[in-house]
């Protein structure tokens, strides 16, 4: 299994993309239901077997690949403009079981230390080597292609489950990303940010708007050793917000939801068919996700040479794949 890291030192960019991710787990869900019982697209970036993740021994027993499952990397990039170049700051897995009718999420940090595939300036292609997941997306020479190279290296970090769809944003969608539900109330998880003395106590209730909505998911306190671990909790806390008041607008406006969503989808980098989209928003109304559907990779943080890095427990990334992706052969 793989490895992952997180970064202690802010980058001025690095939580903004999380929001525009936000509304990618949202809208793209949306889109997804027309193709469940179609061939699902594949884009295969390297040579990796397709089949290989459809029967998986572990500890002696067979498991089998739940085929109900439809997944979906969202990205959230750190750049104003898509074919920049820049590093993934937001990664997520999205996960709709067909069976179960439900959404999971899993947050994947961006500093993860995993093999990625590394190109020279002229595309050349110097095989796999272990360096921050954020950096894979750098070395596609187009939106696209950094997109497909994300998704290849987050598939074989989950037994090389196919990764059909894939959505990227920049961090110039965030006004109108906040803007899609207005003020936001979300509860507070953590004391992570009650050094800022400005009513962001544990368990407390804020209100969020495109004023502090930055400073809410981004700021932490760079004295603190691993202060990533509570901004991630924040972040969790305020996704599920999000996408909360997100169905409920859908609820009472759903044209113009989908009128939103259809200015929004267009700048960004994506597989899905947008031409769907009002037939099928409905489907992020029947679908169930709670809190116990948001998964955080758990592992260690440690301090690296130039970057804090943050070690996944193998066993339980292992544990977590089997629980999301896969069904034990026979089992009753």
């Given at each position: 299994m793989a490895t992952m890291t997180n970064k202690k030192k802010q980058n001025p960019l690095t939580i903004v993309a999380v929001i525009a991710a936000v509304v990618l787990v949202a809208a793209v869900l949306i889109l997804l239901y027309h193709?469940?019982?179609?061939?699902?697209?594949?884009?295969?970036?390297g040579t990796t077997n397709e089949h290989a993740?459809?029967?998986i021994e572990v500890d002696g027993k067979q498991y089998v690949y739940n085929s109900d499952l439809i997944s979906l990397l969202v990205l959230g990039v750190d750049t104003t403009e898509l074919d920049d170049r820049g590093q993934t700051d937001a990664i997520y897995l999205v996960v709709?079981?067909?069976?179960?009718?439900?959404?999971?999420?899993?947050?994947?940090?961006?500093?993860?230390?995993?093999?990625?595939?590394?190109?020279?300036?002229?595309g050349k292609d110097l095989g796999w080597e272990t360096q921050h997941l954020a950096l894979a997306y750098s070395f596609g020479s187009t939106a696209e292609r950094g997109c497909l190279l994300v998704e290849e290296t987050v598939s074989r970090m989950f037994f090389n489950v196919p990764m059909v769809y894939y959505a990227a944003a920049d961090i110039s969608l965030l006004p109108r990303i906040q803007n899609l539900v207005g003020k936001l109330e979300v509860v507070v998880p953590n004391a992570s940010l009650e050094?800022?003395?400005?009513?962001?106590d544990a368990g407390s209730t804020v209100v969020i708007t495109d004023e502090n909505v930055e400073q809410f998911v981004r700021s932490r306190d760079t004295e603190q050793?691993?202060?990533?671990?509570?901004?991630?909790?924040?972040?969790?806390a305020y996704i599920e917000a999000y996408l909360a008041q997100l169905k409920e607008r859908l609820a009472s406006d759903f044209s113009g939801v989908v009128s939103d969503l259809s200015g929004i989808l267009p700048r960004t980098s994506t597989n899905i068919d947008l031409?769907?989209?009002?037939?099928?928003?409905?489907?992020?109304?029947?679908?169930?996700?709670?809190?116990?559907?948001?998964?955080i990779l758990e592992g260690e943080s440690q301090s690296?040479?130039?970057?804090?890095?943050?070690?996944?427990?193998?066993?339980?990334?292992q544990e977590l794949a089997l629980k999301i992706f896969y069904k034990e052969e026979n089992a009753k």
């Amino acid at each position: 299994m793989a490895t992952m890291t997180n970064k202690k030192k802010q980058n001025p960019l690095t939580i903004v993309a999380v929001i525009a991710a936000v509304v990618l787990v949202a809208a793209v869900l949306i889109l997804l239901y027309h193709n469940h019982q179609s061939n699902l697209r594949t884009e295969e970036v390297g040579t990796t077997n397709e089949h290989a993740h459809r029967r998986i021994e572990v500890d002696g027993k067979q498991y089998v690949y739940n085929s109900d499952l439809i997944s979906l990397l969202v990205l959230g990039v750190d750049t104003t403009e898509l074919d920049d170049r820049g590093q993934t700051d937001a990664i997520y897995l999205v996960v709709l079981d067909r069976g179960e009718e439900k959404i999971k999420i899993i947050s994947i940090s961006r500093d993860a230390m995993v093999p990625i595939r590394l190109f020279d300036a002229n595309g050349k292609d110097l095989g796999w080597e272990t360096q921050h997941l954020a950096l894979a997306y750098s070395f596609g020479s187009t939106a696209e292609r950094g997109c497909l190279l994300v998704e290849e290296t987050v598939s074989r970090m989950f037994f090389n489950v196919p990764m059909v769809y894939y959505a990227a944003a920049d961090i110039s969608l965030l006004p109108r990303i906040q803007n899609l539900v207005g003020k936001l109330e979300v509860v507070v998880p953590n004391a992570s940010l009650e050094y800022l003395d400005q009513g962001y106590d544990a368990g407390s209730t804020v209100v969020i708007t495109d004023e502090n909505v930055e400073q809410f998911v981004r700021s932490r306190d760079t004295e603190q050793d691993f202060s990533n671990d509570g901004r991630m909790e924040r972040q969790k806390a305020y996704i599920e917000a999000y996408l909360a008041q997100l169905k409920e607008r859908l609820a009472s406006d759903f044209s113009g939801v989908v009128s939103d969503l259809s200015g929004i989808l267009p700048r960004t980098s994506t597989n899905i068919d947008l031409t769907e989209i009002t037939n099928f928003a409905n489907m992020l109304l029947d679908y169930e996700f709670s809190d116990e559907d948001y998964y955080i990779l758990e592992g260690e943080s440690q301090s690296g040479m130039f970057h804090d890095e943050f070690i996944v427990d193998e066993a339980a990334l292992q544990e977590l794949a089997l629980k999301i992706f896969y069904k034990e052969e026979n089992a009753k």
